[in-house]
């Protein structure tokens, strides 16, 4: 496993040129913040099995943050997160530091994720999801895949990537995994580092609410009627500030009616103390047709 920082090591001997030839894909990306779990290292495994070669990218994207401090206290383990990919079998980890991804500052032209930036993410976060995708848009360009890999856990995220990969025509396959979960429900996440032990009690009432949801929907019920079996999982835990508890569309990421019949993302996001997490989780309302 070769860890590069700089974007000219990457183009020289670190990546192999791409090979499109063969009937396999030929580089796969993951990329990431650090701060790396077994949500991650699931994205890694797909990547792996999926294509010849495996880059990841670790850089904490200063674009995406809304808070300083936020940025300021997001962990940093290069070390511990290449002990932790090296035994995956991943050729290249790229690593950059702020000015190599932003050698002029920050940057003038920025990719905006347009309406999807607007809503529930991009509502409560301004910005955030403009930043995600500018520099998507750049590690797509520096690490050339043929395939990459997000979690379903950021899922108005992985709408806005695949939202610009299609109206970009950026030419990569983008791979959804599902969100992997400590075994009491909780979506791993790298700020679960900063929960106590009651506010992690706590924390685990945003997939406890999510889960009721898709209870409720595959036991018949309405989008209302599984939204509401969500809010009332969620009054339980008063301690848990709520931003946001809405039924999106898969595609859009637009809020559903109380009569839409399909597939539907149930997505909650809210502060245990300081820390902001978010969950979400893909039901069904209604039958499925033909
Ligand atoms: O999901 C993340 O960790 C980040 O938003 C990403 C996709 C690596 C962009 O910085």
């Known amino acids: 496993m070769r860890v590069v920082h700089t974007a000219s090591e990457l183009r020289g001997p670190a990546l192999r040129p791409a090979r499109r030839s063969g009937d396999r894909p030929s580089r796969a990306v993951v990329m990431t913040m650090g701060a790396l779990h077994e949500g991650h290292l ?10 010849d070669e495996v880059v990841v990218t670790i850089f904490v994207n200063p674009l995406q943050f809304d808070d300083a401090e936020d940025l300021d206290t997001y ?31 920050p940057p003038v032209v920025t990719v905006s994720a347009g309406r999807i930036g607007e809503v529930f993410e991009g509502a409560h976060r301004p910005g955030h999801l ?12 520096l690490t050339q895949p043929d395939l990459a890999f997000f979690g379903q856990k950021d899922a108005q995220q992985l709408i806005a990537v695949r939202t610009m990969v299609r109206d970009l025509t950026m030419g990569v396959e983008v791979v959804a995994v599902p969100t992997v979960r400590d075994a009491d ?12 032990a009651p506010q992690r009690a706590q924390a685990l009432i945003l997939s406890e609410a999510v889960m009721a949801a898709d209870a409720a929907a595959r036991a018949g019920a ?19 500030a709520l931003d946001y508890l809405a039924a999106l569309d898969p595609v859009t990421a637009e809020g559903l009616d109380g ?16 820390t902001r997490l978010i969950d979400n989780v893909v039901t069904r309302i209604g039958p499925l047709l033909g």
């Open 222 to 240: 309405d989008l209302d009627e599984a939204v509401s079996a969500a809010q009332a999982a969620l009054a339980r835990e008063p301690g848990v």
């Open 42 to 51: 699931a994205l890694v495994r797909a990547a792996r099995e999926a294509a």
């Open 75 to 105: 962990p940093r383990t290069l070390d511990e997160d290449c002990a932790l990919l090296e035994p995956l079998g991943v050729d290249v980890v790229f690593a950059p530091g702020v000015e190599e991804v932003y050698p002029g500052g």
């Open 130 to 141: 403009d930043g995600v995708l500018t520099v998507v848009c750049k590690l797509m360009h």
């Open 185 to 196: 429900g909780l979506a791993l996440s790298s700020r679960n580092v900063f929960l106590t």
């Open 259 to 274: 009569d839409y019949r399909g597939e539907a993302v149930i997505a909650v996001a809210a502060h245990v103390g300081e």
